[in-house]
């Protein structure tokens, strides 16, 4: 099994990224934000509970995203291993994922951190707000709240990351294609 983190600011790219990431490398694509607007739209408790917090922008407690991971980790087969998505975004959440993936010999195999410049990020999810109906696309401040979130509380994984030998740049300017080509070369080095 090889294991990716897909990691950059909100609207870089991951989850258009690793769609298509999944299907070359027959990797199943973890989104914990995929995960919990399923819920909300299910109508779940956990989805009523955690609706208000991800309309303002602020992460969801670590616990619930860990839970939903282990999960998807012990229920999937026929897999050359996993794309994580949105996850983790806390160096908790980093922490219990190493250990459910060294629990079940497996670890991090690379972390693959899209770099894009604010004002395309504040772009691209003002774009999107018009098609995607995610409450927190459609205010500017929530935007704004979620790249400070990011920087604040998502940030620090990739010192932590960098530390044990796993960290990859990669440029998340330009267009779809040609961010997708340079993922997958830093990718074919693994698999
Ligand atoms: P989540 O769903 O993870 O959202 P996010 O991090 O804010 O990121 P996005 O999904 O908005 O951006 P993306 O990087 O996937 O970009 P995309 O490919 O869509 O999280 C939502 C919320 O859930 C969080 O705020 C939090 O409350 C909660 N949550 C989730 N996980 C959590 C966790 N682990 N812990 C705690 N809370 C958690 O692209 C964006 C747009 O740009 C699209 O319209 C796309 O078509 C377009 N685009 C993509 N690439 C390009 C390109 N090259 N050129 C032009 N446009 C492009
Ligand atoms: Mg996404």
């Keep these: 099994m090889v294991n990716f983190l897909i990691f950059g600011p909100p609207g870089s790219g991951k989850g258009t ?3 298509k990431l999944a299907e070359k490398f027959n990797l199943l694509h973890l989104s914990t934000g995929d995960m919990l607007r399923a819920e909300i739209a299910a109508g779940t408790e956990l989805g009523k509970k955690m609706s208000s917090i991800m309309s303002k922008g602020e992460l969801v407690p670590d616990e619930v995203v860990i839970e939903m991971i282990a999960y998807k980790i012990d229920h ?8 994580f998505d949105g996850f983790p975004r806390t160096v908790a959440q ?3 994922l190493e250990k459910m993936l060294n629990d079940r010999k497996m670890k991090i195999d690379n972390m ?5 410049d604010h004002d395309e990020l504040v772009k691209r999810l003002v774009a999107r707000a018009e098609l995607s109906g995610r409450p927190d696309d459609k205010d500017p401040a929530v935007i704004e709240n979620r790249i400070d979130v990011y920087k604040s509380k998502t940030e620090p994984i990739i010192a932590y990351c960098r530390e044990k030998g796993i960290y990859q740049p990669v440029k998340g300017m330009g267009t779809i294609d040609d961010i997708f080509e340079r993922l997958c ?5 693994f698999v």
């Design 76 to 83: 999937s087969k026929g897999i050359a291993g996993f794309l």
């Design 17 to 19: 990224q690793s769609v």
């Design 185 to 189: 070369g830093f990718m074919e080095k």
């Design 112 to 116: 693959l951190v899209l770099d894009v």
């Design 94 to 96: 980093t922490i219990a």
